[in-house]
């Protein structure tokens, strides 16, 4: 007897354990309303943004799903015939462009629009996503290993080429890096498409390795593991302040940088409710939170310093042009993978 | 062939007493892809009788057993079980009781639980339960000893209990399958005896199967000799043994001397210079048919042999082999030092005659104990 | 010669009972649960590997785009490479060590025997870890690599042979410790050497389990995502390549494209090792008088030296991993202390992925046990329907051949399908649980088997003509028989589901974070201590689980030796 009914009784724990899984999420007030919010927001602001947003929403809870941008542009991607994700809230502008081009995106104006500053929205009427923050590329330069090897403080990303460099830099790898990608398409745009090719070229000869993940390059660098770490300034503040012997390098050049934006993903079945976050995505109360950790904000006439983090970052952000680069996302990358993503690689 | 003494012989075999068949086996075959196990098999087993398969390994006698039991179903040919056709039925919907050499206890359940397994699962009270187990146990000679595991009791206790779980649910049938091999000699001699005294008492229809002929013929009403998927011939033991069907059974069961002849005519055969009459054995068989002649060595008549015994002839010993009650000898007719047979020599004989290796005396192949068989 | 002879009698065709109906209904569930969790993940991944982005058939276009990109297909070269060589030194190793459990005098070999089980505890990437704090730039030790990186061939070498010594050393252990003593009596009085009777009598004797465990560790190792991963820098790998297809750039169909490249080995190393088994169980059966190994001083203390040696690098990368979990700031602030077991506040899903770990690893040790035990007892003991039954038993046998990170992605293509109806499962704990258990399929089933194989064939019989139903005697008799045999089993689900982490790298969703994957997208993160942390933690949970089998089943044994005693 116990047999018979075995395949049945797995069957229902099999199934129980789903909606447990799927009620773990909804463990809100009844009258609560859950959003699935995919993001890249560093892990430990996490908690702090949904803090803030029930503030002044409690009846809306974020489910967060958090992965680096890669991953979630991937994720995103991934389920674009079947959706799982209500609202991005935190991704690079150029993944959600990718995202728009393949008509994921559910086209919204919110409330308050008119404060942004242009740079930091679509530029379609109405705007399929809108800027948060800018998350700026800089470099993580560890001042007691520089001297321990002899690796002075660079200035420009013009001195990262030299000698005495090599094998103290690391980079993200811009195929699974967001920042690895702002990385090289800044470059291609300040130096020119040739000129931008030979700068890699030389770069990768003093390059030690790549890493997957933007932010590991700093905290590398913060750990005395590699006395450069090509990352974003957001992340060496953090580290600095945590007592990292790090100066945070702005090259002369100029700095690419992303947008951190939000969207809404069409087809979601709360549309209200993520317009709700969306509008509060852009407030003055948002811009104000985003503001505690970046310096350059979507509300420009909002924005405070922020402790070590560089003060000349806003001049020095290029002109990018993100569409350009959404638009040449995939040639890039594949030029790029040809170039240095093969075995002729230090061993 | 076979099947034709085999049928003959049934009818004529003994411990019937008139009772009707029980299960009846009618051309059997059983097929493992091209091997053929069991070839047109057909044996009808009588209410309440002990009957032994008996045949070297491979000769199907379990492959038969499996196929009534329903654990292995022939492949084509009928079993009928009561009056009833069972020949497509599972193992679950027959009626028999099993024992297995391994014995096949449940080595986590007491004995207890071991006797009462199959009674657990019909509609049996607990104490009718208690009861029937405790008498099951008495009846095999374990009382006393419900508690323990299996692996507590030695091999003859444990293939007790397997015969009380065997018989627990009072089956039509019981079946044992080589029960008796797994077990020291000593053992085996008294429980093949308290095994038989079992079924005798319970008077329930039993077949076993075996490769022991002393087995057989010390348990069975009837020896069912199998060969290479069939059946070689039925009968009591005492037939099987004096008048073997077929140079295969005389070579299986006792010690048999195989000696080239040639048939004469009138049922008489020579070997050698030896003229022999093979009574009613060598009456059918052409003249100048080259034949086999059979004798068992305790046959062959060493004691008061005179001139004028029939089949009488001088003989040569070539060597001797003690064996504790008796000599075998080997022995060679007193010209023809190339036939060698076997001859038992009882101890006072050897005594009494002073006979020694390289003697010569006279024996006589009595004409009862010849068996002749044409070659061709 | 009977006239019967010549007509053929109509063959009986067996009436099925109700036992027989509901053990084909098993194996039939079995079937499906193999294809479905198995055989159509593969199918849709091998078709994806020929489709473009928008679905459509293109043929081998996708394998000439990955042969003409050599970033791509150096990674065969790399992978081949690194299996080989760390094969070469895992066996050697375990060779020796095993040689020294079995055939010496040393001391303390019941500890070095459990010291070198320890990396099963451990996630792929801990040893990592561990050699980054050994001889990263910053590392204690550097100066061993003379120079030399250890984010690269070396580190990934390193980790390699930490990770698959243990399975080798089993497969040895057992091998070593079947020899014929006879043999080497015979060697002796034939006056041969040491080193002539290695050759003729110790190396023919463990042939079959040579060749097995070299296998076993090529398929590790070609297979392994999470060393590489940590630790392999630019040295790009077959698995880290699957990776980056699909979650660096989203390409699934280049993804699917290494995935079967990397089938190929994989399975070519499975169908040899399953030859070899084959024949090894032969030479198993032969009855040999077990050989006592004899006192020599000599060579009782360089073999214990050897084992303390080699117990003591296990040890110390273990403890490196602990502390280095421990440390603040490496390698700026020193003070021990427990904020890197903080995960709330970094990436990979905090504590509650710990937490998911360990209920999918009960679930999957539950569930699996059950699903495999009964599965092998149906394809064991059902009688008839040889074709689904052995059908059945080559899709058990099956997983074994297919690396964690294909069957991850191949899930991906199955499940999250849209017109899947099983797609509800996606991201959920549900598809994970299946996916382990899928994944650590193949063992399992094989464990089940031996142990099915040791019970009396006939109980089945003889509860047939008790009429007693199967599942009875399936309940009362054969599982508490085999307990020992199912506790390996749910034991053997539980710890791999704890550290694995290339089955379900493609399939965890937020709600479903786990430890393993954590650990990885801690360092992934650059979080190198928190991941080492992470761990860690792993470690603890696996051996927790380990001691408290050994507890239960010295308990078990103890109970149940009642009837084991004679």
Redesign the interface.
């Known amino acids: 007897?116990?047999?018979?009914s075995?395949?049945k009784s797995?069957t229902r724990?099999?199934a129980a354990?789903?909606v447990?899984?799927?009620t773990?999420?909804i463990s809100a007030p009844l009258f609560a309303e859950t959003l699935t919010v995919y993001t890249a927001v560093e892990?430990?602001d996490l908690?702090k943004y949904a803090a803030r947003f029930n503030e002044d929403h409690p009846d809306i809870k974020i489910?967060?799903?958090?992965?680096?941008t890669?991953?979630v542009?991937?994720k995103l991607?991934?389920?674009k015939?079947?959706p799982?994700a209500d609202v991005v809230w935190g991704l690079a502008a150029t993944s959600l462009m990718l995202l728009g081009e393949e008509n994921m995106l559910q086209p919204y104006a919110p409330k308050g629009l008119d404060k942004l500053d242009p740079k930091f929205r679509d530029s379609k009427n109405p705007p399929s996503w809108t800027g948060m923050d800018a998350w700026v590329a800089s470099i993580c330069y560890n001042t007691?290993?520089g001297k321990k090897n002899g690796v002075p403080k660079p200035t420009s990303w013009k001195d990262l080429t030299k000698p005495a460099y090599k094998?103290h830099v690391i980079m993200p790898?811009p195929?699974?890096s967001g920042t690895g990608f702002l990385d090289v398409s800044s470059w291609l745009q300040l130096f020119g498409e040739e000129g931008g090719w030979k700068f890699m070229d030389a770069l990768h000869e003093n390059i030690?390795?790549?890493?997957?993940?933007g932010?590991?390059?700093?905290?590398?660098a913060a750990?005395?593991?590699?006395t450069v770490g090509v990352s974003f300034a957001f992340r060496g503040a953090k580290s600095k302040a945590?007592?990292?012997?790090l100066d945070i390098v702005i090259p002369t050049e100029g700095i690419g940088w992303d947008m951190e934006a939000t969207s809404i993903i069409k087809g979601t079945k709360k549309l209200k409710a993520a317009q709700t976050l969306v509008d509060w995505s852009i407030s003055e109360k948002a811009n104000k939170m985003y503001n505690e950790g970046y310096a350059v904000i979507g509300i420009p006439s909002l924005a405070k310093p922020v402790k070590y983090f560089p003060k000349e970052v806003a001049t020095k952000m290029i002109d990018n042009d993100f569409a350009w680069a959404a638009k040449n996302r995939k040639r890039i990358?594949s030029e790029w993978?040809?170039r240095f993503?093969?075995?002729s690689?230090?061993? | 062939m076979n099947k034709g003494i085999a049928v003959v012989e049934m009818t004529a075999g003994a411990g019937i007493d008139g009772r009707k068949p029980y299960l009846r086996i009618n051309n059997v075959t059983k097929k493992f892809g091209d091997f053929v196990a069991l070839n047109r098999v057909s044996l009808d087993v009588y209410e309440g009788e002990f009957v032994c398969f008996l045949g070297p390994s491979g000769c199907g006698k379990t492959t038969l057993l499996r196929a009534i039991a329903g654990l292995d179903i022939q492949t084509s040919g009928t079993i009928e079980q009561a009056g009833k056709d069972i020949s497509d039925l599972p193992a679950s919907e027959r009626d028999f009781g099993i024992v297995f050499q391994s014995y096949a206890l449940f080595p986590n359940l007491t004995v207890n639980r071991n006797v009462a397994y199959g009674l657990e699962n019909r509609k049996v009270s607990k104490a009718d339960i208690t009861a029937r187990v405790e008498e099951l146990l008495n009846l095999v000679g374990m009382p006393e000893q419900g508690q323990k595991y299996p692996a507590q009791l030695s091999g003859g206790q444990q293939q007790r209990v397997a015969l009380a779980r065997a018989l627990a649910t009072s089956p039509g049938l019981l079946l044992l399958d080589e029960p008796l091999s797994a077990l020291d000699a000593k053992v085996r001699v008294r429980l093949r005896h308290e095994v038989k005294h079992l079924q005798h008492k319970l008077d329930v229809t039993t077949i076993m199967v075996t490769h022991d002929q002393e087995e057989a013929l010390t348990m069975a009403d009837r020896i069912v000799v199998m060969n290479q998927g069939v059946i070689e011939q039925v009968g009591t033991p005492l037939e099987i043994y004096r008048r073997p069907g077929s140079p295969f059974v005389a070579d299986f069961v006792g010690t048999m001397n195989f000696l080239a002849a040639t048939a004469i005519g009138n049922g008489k055969v020579r070997m050698g210079n030896i003229e022999l009459s093979a009574g009613n054995d060598g009456a059918n068989i052409g003249e100048g048919t080259p034949v086999t002649l059979c004798v068992r060595p305790e046959d062959v008549m060493t004691r008061n042999v005179e001139a004028d015994t029939p089949n009488a002839f001088e003989v040569t010993v070539q060597d001797m082999e003690f064996l504790g009650s008796f000599y075998r000898a080997d022995i060679s007719p007193r010209d023809d030092e190339k036939t060698v047979f076997l001859a038992d020599l009882s101890i006072n004989l050897v005594r009494d005659k002073n006979i020694i290796k390289g003697m010569n005396l006279p024996v006589a192949f009595p004409e009862s104990r010849i068996r002749v068989f044409s070659q061709t | 010669m009977t006239t019967a002879a010549a007509i053929p009698l109509p063959e009986i065709k067996p009436k099925l009972s109700g036992d027989d109906r509901i053990m084909r209904g098993f194996i039939l569930l079995v079937g499906v649960w193999m294809v479905i969790a198995v055989l159509l993940p593969l199918y849709f991944m091998l078709s994806k590997s020929f489709e473009d982005n928008d679905g459509n058939f293109i043929g081998l276009l996708n394998y000439a785009e990955y042969f003409s990109t050599p970033a791509l297909f150096y990674s065969i070269e790399n992978s081949f490479f690194i299996a080989v060589v760390s094969t070469v030194i895992t066996i050697t190793l375990a060779f020796i060590y095993a040689y020294a459990l079995t055939r010496s005098l040393m001391p303390f070999r019941g500890a070095f025997k459990v010291i070198a089980m320890i990396p099963l505890l451990a996630p792929s990437l801990l040893p990592a870890i561990s050699f980054v704090y050994f001889f990263g730039n910053q590392g204690v030790i550097k100066g061993v690599l003379m120079g030399e990186t250890i984010y690269g061939p070396i580190g990934i070498i390193m980790g390699e042979v930490f990770y698959t010594l243990p399975h080798a050393l089993m497969i040895l252990v057992t091998a070593l410790s079947t020899a014929d003593g006879r043999l080497y009596e015979a060697a002796i009085s034939l006056r041969a050497g040491k080193i002539k009777t290695f050759f003729t009598v110790t190396l023919p004797g463990i042939k079959y389990g040579l060749i097995s465990a070299i296998f076993v560790v090529f398929t590790l190792v070609i297979t392994d995502f999470g060393i590489p991963k940590v630790i392999g820098g630019q040295f790009n790998v077959l698995a880290t390549d699957i990776y980056k297809q699909v979650i660096g750039q989203q390409n699934f169909e280049m993804g699917a494209v290494v995935s079967v490249v990397l089938l190929i080995p994989a399975i070519a190393a499975f169908l040899v090792d399953r030859i070899v088994q084959r024949k090894q169980v032969a030479l198993l059966t032969a009855r040999a008088v077990p050989l006592e190994p004899k006192k020599s001083r000599g060579f009782d203390t360089a073999m214990g030296i050897y084992c303390a040696t080699i117990a003591f690098v296990i040890l110390a990368i273990i403890g490196m991993a602990i502390y280095a979990s421990l440390v603040t700031f490496w390698p700026y602030n020193l003070t021990l202390g427990f904020t890197n077991y903080d995960f709330d506040v970094m990436d990979g899903g905090g504590w509650e992925s710990f937490g998911n770990s360990l209920r999918m690893a009960a679930y999957t040790a539950v569930f699996g046990t059950a699903i495999i035990f009964t599965g092998a007892y149906m394809v064991e003991k059902t009688k008839g329907f040889a074709l689904a039954r052995g059908a059945i038993q080559f899709l058990c046998i099956l997983p074994m051949a297919v690396p964690g990170m294909v069957l991850g992605l191949a899930y991906i293509f199955f499940f999250n399908h849209p017109d899947n109806p099983l797609g509800m499962i996606y991201g959920t704990m549900v598809i994970l649980v299946v996916v382990t258990i899928s994944h650590f399929y193949t063992v399992s089933h094989l464990t089940a088997l031996t142990a099915l194989k040791q019970m009396d064939p006939e109980f089945e019989a003889v509860s047939a003509s008790l009429k007693v139903p199967f599942f009875r005697t399936f309940l009362r008799v054969t599982v508490p028989v085999c307990l020992p045999a199912i506790l390996d089993i749910s034991i053997y689900l539980f710890v791999n589901a704890m550290t694995t982490v290339s089955a379900v790298i493609f399939l965890y969703s937020s709600d479903t974070n786990l430890a393993s994957v954590a650990a990885l997208n801690m360092d992934d993160a650059g979080d190198v201590a928190p991941a080492a942390a992470m761990s860690v933690m792993i470690v603890l949970a696996s051996a927790t689980v380990r001691i408290l089998h050994a507890i239960l089943t010295r308990g078990l044994a103890r109970r149940l030796q009642a009837w084991r005693k004679r």
């Open positions: 007897m116990h047999i018979k075995m395949p797995i724990v099999l354990t789903a447990g899984v799927f773990a999420g892990a430990e908690k489910k967060w799903v958090r992965d680096s890669g991953i542009t991937a991607l991934a389920e015939n079947n799982k007691v290993e094998g790898n195929n699974s030690a390795r790549y890493t997957h993940s932010s590991k390059p700093c905290k590398l750990a005395g593991e590699i945590k007592g990292a012997p990358l993978q040809k993503d093969s075995k690689d230090p061993k």
